[in-house]
């Protein structure tokens, strides 16, 4: 049924679980992956121009080797699952339009991802990436609580 998913990861509790679960909907349906991460780029209200440049250096360097980190990871585990996959990793101000934008230049016929779960107060003041997500994309979304 799938051939290509797309599988965003934050390092999340619910991002790593919805890992696991599609790479072995991957490897059952012997679909390829793209394992996806975004990044957000750094904003300083004000300091001086030394500062800012120091602390956006450490900022973006801590991004890369996080987001590193966590693609070799997931890689590592879809290796280990016999699960064709390729990585990307980007900076975006909004990780779901990275998502959607990600899927469709790969060519992903679905986007299996995490959701937190929240709802109420939390989901309204904190929004859902997921949310953004389905709310955003014409692409099937499977999502794994």
Partial sequence: MFKHLLIPIDGSEGASRALRYALALARDMQAKVTLFTATEPFHMLSAEAEQIERVKDEYDKYQRDRARGMLETARELAQ???????????EHEQPYEAIIETARRANCDVIAM???????????VLGSVTQKVLTHCSIPVLVYR
């Fill in 80 to 90: 280990r699952e016999g699960v064709a996959c390729d990585v990307v990793q980007v």
């Fill in 114 to 124: 995490g959701s937190h779960g929240y709802g109420g107060v939390k989901a309204l």
